[in-house]
DNA sequence: TCAAAAGTGTTCTAGATACACCCATGT
DNA sequence: ACATGGGTGTATCTAGAACACTTTTGA
């Protein structure tokens, strides 16, 4: 029967583990650390950290992402609570799993450095601690999922990016090659970019011009369902 | 810095809390309680409870459903984790959602009166104590997203079913009506119902062709990704 | 015989795919 | 001059949307 007391109840630690992504061209990348305490001290690790009484589990990501990187505002979402009883070797630990994505050109190298943080293309990733594995596939699965049909990918890349950047961005969260005039047709008939008169110049003699997102002109279509790709 | 010891750190109250749906024939439904113990007793809640020690969240999930329902292998799914600070107004909880589908008629009314259970059409819900409002919501957004792609709408239909009742619960669930020579077009496209030779006869003077999900021949299509509606 | 729901095809439109050549520029 | 990556258009195919009449049968 319903007659309870919340005072009979067992507590339990809360953790929260970032999944960070990002982007060095080629390669869809995630951050990842040396474990610093123990159990497992020392094997690679997702970021993480306990929740704290003032803060929800938002926050304490957004504090965790902070520690890491320096940066705040960093785009990142709940991705998933993991909660089997032997997750954590040490005890019995919840996780919420979220994932972030920034700029990888973006987060402090000082920080990375003292938390002994490394950048591995996704899918060369080394075995990680407890269930963090099964964290980072089902974050690539919900990137894949939730890139198609809103505006996200941007967060991966500078303020400035040029079309095939974003391409191979899509390319490299898809794991499949896409056709070039198919891919710009698309994405600049949703009209949510705007060309600048300037070019990137490093990776090609010709040169490639600058796009930026346009956030207003996507709030005004909302309404009708973006699909992106 | 990065070290630290679990000893250190609060622990929390973990709950779970369920959001039942149910289809009438004619509209999507939610099976809420009146909470039997303080705070909030009296008020009109979603089933949940405190995750157990020697559980994790799905195994909290089928137990709180077993509860009120008396049934077992429901279909479910974790939700997401609301983990505000004051959520809960008696103490810090964080809540890890999930949805449930069953079939409105297998349920134990038994138990459902032992909880002062009833099914509200999930646009007429009364409302409900914390924020049990917003899980309700973002439950009903997941489903009209999963019954896209996923073949769940049969888990709240009888096993024997009917066209015309399948495509009634999609218009339920999507609120829009849908064409009923469209409808019917694509969803046997799919190849994955099985005709029988028998009718239902309460509805309608001529009947309608009972039909069955066959979830053998949609396991051998799940690689080209399905498109249900 | 009629009321009420089941069942059934075709046309049109829009979006997705497939595909190859010229352009600009630094070396 | 040439090598490298950037930029562009058309034809075809497929899936989705729109749309109305006939069939069955119990009362």
Redesign the pocket.
């Known amino acids: 029967m319903n007659i309870t007391s919340y005072k009979a109840h067992q507590r339990t630690l809360v953790a929260v583990d970032c999944i960070i992504f990002g982007f060095d061209g080629s390669d869809l990348q995630a951050l990842i650390i040396k474990r610093g305490f123990e159990p497992e001290k020392g094997k690679w690790s997702l970021m993480g950290g306990f929740i704290r009484e003032k803060e929800n589990a938002d926050e304490a990501a957004a504090r965790i992402l902070y520690q890491l990187t320096g940066l705040e505002n960093i785009y990142m979402e709940q991705l998933y609570a993991f909660t089997d009883i032997n997750r954590d070797s040490a005890a019995r630990v919840i996780s919420i799993a979220y994932f972030a994505l920034i700029n990888i050109r973006d987060y402090s190298e000082q920080l990375a450095l003292e938390h002994e943080a490394h950048w591995f293309p996704i899918n060369e990733l080394p075995p990680l601690v407890f269930d963090h594995d099964k964290m980072v596939a089902k974050a690539k699965r919900l990137l894949q999922r939730k890139v198609a049909t809103h505006p996200i990918g941007f967060e991966l890349l500078p303020e400035k990016f ?3 950047q974003l391409q191979s961005l899509y390319e490299a969260i898809y794991e499949t090659p896409l ?4 891919f ?3 994405i600049l008939s949703l009209g949510i970019l705007n060309k600048l008169n300037e070019k990137e ?1 490093e ?7 600058y796009y930026v997102f346009d956030s207003v002109k996507y709030g005004k279509m909302q309404s009708n369902g973006v ?1 992106f790709i």
């Not at 056709?179 to 198919?182: A, S």
């Not at 990776?203 to 011009?209: E, K, M, P, T």
Request: glycine letters at 6%.
């Open positions: 040029t079309l095939p056709d070039k005039r198919n710009t047709r698309k110049k990776s090609s003699r010709r040169g490639a011009y699909k």
